[in-house]
């Protein structure tokens, strides 16, 4: 098992920064993959980025070329730098850690993009 706090949410205007971060309770090492999904008020759950223990990374169309993602294997944490940010990009913020098969989930940051 593994359990994830994820922190750096907040209010910024359009055009702003975030840092989100998801730290782990145990060596994200022997986690296959962490994921970074995001819910608007009223809307699915849609998936945004993840890093894989391999080093790889991927990103949702929308936010290709203002996100990265990254981690630190030392502080078991995974970060979510988020740049140029829109009012569309209000959510809350969770991140998921896969092991095996199961997957586990942090209770989510809210990120709020005034215009």
């Known amino acids: 098992q593994v359990q994830l706090v994820e922190s750096g949410g907040g209010l910024v205007q359009a055009g702003g920064s975030l840092r989100l971060s998801c730290t782990a309770s145990?060596?994200?090492?022997?986690?296959?993959?962490v994921d970074w999904y995001r819910q608007g008020a009223g809307e699915q759950r849609d998936w945004v980025a993840l890093?894989?223990?391999?080093?790889?990374?991927n990103y949702a169309d929308s936010v290709k070329g203002r996100f990265t993602i990254s981690r630190d294997n030392i502080k078991n944490t995974v970060y979510l730098q988020m740049n140029s940010l829109k009012p569309e990009d209000t959510a809350v913020y969770y991140c998921?850690?896969?092991?095996?098969?199961?997957?586990?989930w942090g209770l989510g940051t809210q990120v709020t993009v005034s215009s």
């Open positions: 890093t894989t223990s391999g080093g790889g990374t």
């Open positions: 998921a850690a896969t092991m095996g098969r199961q997957r586990y």
């Open positions: 145990r060596s994200i090492f022997s986690i296959n993959a």
